[in-house]
Every structure is written in C-alpha cells, then in structure tokens.
C-alpha cells in the first residue's frame, strides 16, 4: 500500500543488519522482512537500510526486483578517512529498501572473532545510515535500530562529535540480548569519533570494555524488546548477568512488543516449497508431507509413528543438549527425531551421535536450508522447542500455521504464545519448566501419549493453526512508540 505523504506522516528508517530473505541468519531478518511491510500498512512511512553483504544483490536480483543506484553516494568519516558505499535503490513488498554497497560489507555477514577491525564495518553501517538522507530526499524522524549490529547509532547521537548535534532520535529494539558486540576500547574510541567522555560506566564502558548493545539501551530515546515476557526476564541477573541492572535502571523506556509472522509466506495452503498444499478446512495434504518428510530423512513412508521436529540455529540457547541427551528416551517411544539445523561443534557433535546410537529414530539435516525447513514445519507432528531463554522465538509460531504442534519450555516469547492444553482453560501445544531432560521428557511424553488419540491431536492442531500470527496488533504497537516519541 502506499503511504500517503504529508507532515503528519511518520517516517521511520529501519537499520537492520539482516533482511529476509536476502541476508537472514534468525529472527531478526525474518521481522526486518515483514514488520516494515505491517507498519506501512498501517500507515507509517517505514523504509528499510541494510549492508549489500556478499550475495545479496544477487539475491534480490534472483527475486527479479527492480534496482536503481543513486546517483548520490554515502560517506562515513571513520579511522580517519572517508568511507563510501553506493546506495541501491529497491522496494520489497512495497518497502522502499536501500542496499548500501561497499567494500566495508565485503566480508562475512558476522565475524566469530569481535575486535576493533571486525567491529568496524557495524559503525561505518550506522553512520552512512544516518548519512543516507543526503543521498535521497527523504529523512526520517526515527531511526529504529535493532540488537547490537546497528546499535552504534543511538550511540552517535548522543555522544559523536558531530550527529550528536542533530538532536535526533532512535529506538533500540533487543531481539536477542546474548549478543551485546562487546570488545576492546582501543583504537575505536578514537576512530569511531565518539567523545572519549562516552566511555564510562554509565554510558558503553562495560568492565573496561566497549558494550555497543549497553551503549545502545542507554542512548536510544526509546527501547523494545520481542515479548513482553522478555522485557521481564531480562530485567535479572539469572537472565543477563551483569547488563540487568542496565536494564532494569533503563526500564521506563523498555516495552515488550512480540513478534508476528509474514503469514502470506509462512502459510501451508499456498507455500510451494511442499508437497501438498493443506489448511484447516483440509488437512489432508499434511499426510503427504509427512511420508515426503519420512523419505527424505531415509525412514520407512507408512510410518505413523509421532515425527518430532527441531528447525533451529544448533546453539547453547536453544537447549539441544537435552534432546540428544534424551535421544534415547525418545527412541523408545517409538517417536522419530528430526533436526535440521548447524551451529556448535559439541552440539552438532552430540546430535550425530544420537543418530548413529539410534539411527532408526534420530536424523540430523545439517546445515541451513529454508526450503526443506518448510517440509519440516509441514510434515511434522510436533515441533520441540526446548530453550534456555528466547526473546520471542519465530519458530514455534510457525510449526502452530502448518499444524505442527508445540512442546516448548516455558520461558520468553514461548511463555507469551504457547499454553498447556493440559490447563483448565485449554491451550495450543505442551509446556515443561524445568530446564532439564526431566522437564522436557514430561511434556513431550505427554504430546505422544495424546497423539494417539487422533480425535483430541486434531483439535490441539486446529487450535494452534488459528491463532493470529499476523503482525496487525504488534504493528499498533510499534506505531504507538514511534507517536509516544514524537510527543
Ligand atoms: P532465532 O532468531 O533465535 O534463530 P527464531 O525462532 O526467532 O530463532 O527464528 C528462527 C528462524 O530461522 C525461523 O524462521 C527458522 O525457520 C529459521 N531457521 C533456523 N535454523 C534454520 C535452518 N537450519 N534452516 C532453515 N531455516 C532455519
């Protein structure tokens, strides 16, 4: 839809340093994908800028969209010199989305190792996102930043030497406070143009290092984070050591807004990437997924064993020890394990063991592959989520859309969109607490019991594949801070 333009017209830049579907590693890029597209429709005047990391106009090239450069470039001045990038001009969805092209974007997406010189193309980003208005004419009256990547710029309008004179504003949103992009102050104090005053504790100084993610809740006008669980949790030490008393000092500022789901793309009556369309007027076709499912993971196609599924980054957060740990309890109730995911060695590790321990049950897809991550989601039957924290998490909300009913621990975003059906009231999928096999086990043994009672699946599937995913409501809310912030 297109945002009619006139002075009351709110107009926001989106600085992300991932977008689906051109640059996505997790759920940032999925929501940088699909909020600015809600958020246009309900009338803000949101656009999107993002590094051209290698691939990613090829990508978009792919996807057949129409891109022009700008005549204008972009210029940060960082590390005393100029640093340029082009500015290619696309609309994705009808979201004007500039890729800014330059040699600082050269190199991987996200380094494994943060210093000075990995740290620096996320600053040279910022500064030619607040830059970007001097090559189109167009300026936004908030720049919304998101995790540590692009924190750099609420950080420069509060204390670098020239932006934080242009007394604009920004908001901070935490999709993941884990990552804080964390590292030594010399040389960048110096390079990055900040005011050497911005480097103490209750600024970015963090144990003597840089903390650009503290640097960003402090200095941003405002700040969110995925759900408002979250927005608790990470209020205490148990959740983000040292950075809750930051957090929970900065907390007049924080909101908790939970994510929703592009449900055009994510949606099992038209997704083409499987076998067999289905929704909940007809659910047949999740049969053939699943026998699809089945012979891709090299099992038998008639069973109808339960097939438990995991679409996930293989890291510490998401509790992956405990499903390989309990591999072979699972393996006796005769359910199927199937992951795809890659991520940590020890955790890579441990799944390859369950499955050569149990290969008649377990299956590890590695790696990262969107297209069978949709067969998973379509062709399971319940999708285990088991994490130590997660800000909002995307997943379980998409395993609801294809039916795929969720086991998840009870913490986070999962707490928000997941609910026992084992609870007076009802719910949508099966909750454990106890971050433990123990705990896990309890509600995934209770999901395989009630699988076999196919009458009483189906109604936890129907529940879970009505819910409203949608980004409507959220949208609401974002626009509510950016109007709150404009006051
Ligand atoms: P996080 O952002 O912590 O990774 P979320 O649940 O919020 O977790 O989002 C994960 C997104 O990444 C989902 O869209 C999920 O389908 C996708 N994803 C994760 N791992 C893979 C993989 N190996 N292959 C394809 N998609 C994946």
């Not at 909300?397 to 999962?414: A, F, N």
Request: glycine share 8%; charged share 25%.
């Amino acid at each position: 839809m297109a945002v009619k333009n006139d002075s009351s017209t709110l107009k926001v830049l989106f600085v992300t340093t991932e977008l689906a579907p051109f640059s996505k590693v997790g759920g940032l890029g999925d929501v940088a994908g699909s909020l600015p597209k809600a958020l246009r429709q309900a009338g803000v005047d949101v656009r999107v800028v993002t590094p051209a990391w290698p691939g990613v106009i090829e990508r978009a090239e792919a996807a057949k969209l129409k891109m022009t450069t700008s005549k204008s470039k972009v210029y940060a001045a960082y590390d005393w010199r100029i640093h340029s990038a082009n500015v290619i001009k696309t609309e994705v969805d009808k979201v004007p989305t500039y890729f800014l092209k330059a040699d600082d974007y050269a190199g991987d997406m996200y380094p494994s190792q943060l210093n000075f010189w990995t740290a620096s193309p996320f600053a040279v980003f910022c500064m030619q996102a607040l830059e970007l208005k001097n090559a189109i004419d167009w300026e936004p009256d908030i720049y919304h930043c998101h995790d540590w990547t692009s924190a750099f710029l609420p950080c420069a309008l509060a204390w670098h030497r020239y932006y934080r004179q242009t007394g604009q504003k920004s908001i901070m949103t935490l999709h993941n406070v884990a990552y804080q992009g964390v590292f030594e102050p010399y040389p960048f104090l110096d390079a990055s143009g900040l005011e050497p005053w911005s480097f103490n504790s209750s600024t970015m100084e963090f144990y003597g290092q840089i903390n650009l993610l503290k640097g960003g809740i402090v200095s941003a006008t405002a700040v969110s984070t995925v759900s408002p669980t979250y927005a608790n949790e990470i209020q205490t030490y148990e959740s983000t050591r040292e950075l809750s008393g930051i957090l929970y000092q900065q907390r007049s500022k924080l909101r908790g807004i939970i994510n929703g789901l592009d449900v055009k793309f994510w949606d099992p009556a038209g997704d083409k990437s499987i076998p067999a369309n289905f929704s909940t007027k007809d659910l047949k076709g999740k049969s053939v997924c699943k026998k699809e499912l089945l012979r891709r993971a090299g099992f038998d196609d008639s069973d109808d064993s339960p097939v438990i599924v995991c679409v996930s980054r293989l890291v510490e957060q998401k509790g992956f020890d405990m499903v390989f740990n309990a591999a072979g309890q699972i393996a006796e109730t005769g359910a199927k394990l199937l992951i795809l995911g890659s991520g940590n060695d020890w955790i890579e590790n441990g799944i390859i063991q369950a499955q050569n321990d149990y290969p008649n049950n377990v299956k590890l897809f590695k790696g990262y592959d969107e297209p069978l991550s949709h067969l998973l989601y379509a062709g399971g039957d319940i999708f285990l989520m088991p994490s130590v924290f997660e800000p909002c998490g995307l997943s379980q909300m998409i395993s609801m859309r294809y039916g795929t009913v969720p086991v998840v621990r009870e913490v986070g975003g999962l707490r928000d969109t997941v609910f026992d059906v084992d609870r007076p009231e009802g719910g949508n999928g099966f909750t454990f607490l106890t971050c433990d096999v123990d705990g896990m086990m309890w509600a995934l043994r209770r999901s395989i019991e009630r699988y076999r009672d196919k009458q009483a699946w189906t109604k936890i599937m129907l529940e879970g594949m009505r819910e409203d995913f949608t980004w409507d409501r959220s949208a609401g809310l974002y626009k509510e801070m950016y109007e709150d912030l404009m006051q």
